[in-house]
């Protein structure tokens, strides 16, 4: 599976965005999918998962409350809705996929996925 991530941009401390992961070669509902982030100077960081089937998501304490995953299948892309943004959360966003058989277990552990779509950077200013 290929993965694209868009959607990034320049936005203001409060301000709301939404990324887009496309994915391509696959269907998307085959995999659990992840996004990490990764802040200049900082190791890419686990934000938010959703399993391959139902309502399962798991989010980083950071994001609770802000940040939104989710999927549509029928479109084959997954989405992070970035509402309430910080300063500090500033950084790349990238997309990532494990295959549904491999389990949703550490969800948080960027070792457990094979597929990575290119960053989409997202700057939040105060």
């Known amino acids: 599976v290929q993965l694209q991530a868009s959607g990034g941009g320049l936005v203001q401390a409060g301000d709301s965005l939404r990324l887009s992961c496309a994915a391509s070669?696959?269907?998307?509902?085959?995999?659990?999918m992840a996004w990490f982030r990764q802040a200049p100077g900082n190791e890419r960081e686990f934000v938010a998962a959703i399993k391959f089937v139902g309502d399962t998501t798991y989010y980083t304490d950071s994001v609770k409350g802000r940040f939104t995953i989710s999927r549509d299948n029928a479109k084959n892309t997954v989405y992070l809705q970035l509402n309430s943004l910080k300063p500090e959360d500033t950084a790349d966003y990238y997309c990532a996929a494990r295959e549904a058989r491999t389990g949703f277990a550490d969800a948080y552990n960027r070792a457990n996925y094979n597929y990575w779509g290119q960053g989409t950077q997202v700057t939040v200013s105060s």
């Open positions: 070669g696959r269907p998307v509902s085959k995999y659990n």
